[in-house]
Nanobody, 124 residues
Framework: QVQLVESGGGLVQPGGSLRLSCAASGRVLWIYNMAWFCQPPGNEGELVAG???????RYAEAVKGRFSISRDNAKNMVALEMNSLKPEDTAVYYC??????????????????WGQGTQVTVSS
């Protein structure tokens, strides 16, 4: 019903920047909360940044001051500006969204969706 597609990952040198984006498509009426999670090699996934429909943001301590999450409701997108990247930022980043919408039978539902992930590698 809904798909999340991430983009913007890649290889960057330490100190560099990347902009990840995630677009939701399908039967999207409203996106309540959006977030980025990461899965570093050898570690469990963790919240990197989140943003509510009201614009309230939340960041992991390790990325505060370096990353910035934003959203474009008109485009059903969420972005993560990643600055001053460090090797420890290397991970697969997953887009997460809490989305409400109507089915073909006009039933409203609110469901959490995940993207497939985009690889971010920070290395010299």
């Amino acid at each position: 019903q809904v798909q999340l597609v991430e983009s913007g990952g890649g290889l960057v040198q330490p100190g560099g920047s990347l902009r990840l984006s995630c677009a939701a498509s399908g039967r999207v009426l409203w996106i309540y909360n959006m977030a980025w999670f990461c899965q570093p090699p050898g570690n469990e996934g963790e919240l990197v940044a989140g943003i509510t429909s009201g614009g309230t943001t939340r960041y992991a301590e390790a990325v505060k001051g370096r990353f910035s999450i934003s959203r474009d409701n008109a485009k059903n997108m969420v972005a993560l500006e990643m600055n001053s990247l460090k090797p420890e930022d290397t991970a697969v980043y997953y887009c997460n969204a809490d989305i409400g919408g109507y089915s073909k039978s006009s039933l409203y539902s609110r469901t959490e969706y995940w993207g497939q992930g985009t690889q971010v590698t920070v290395s010299s």
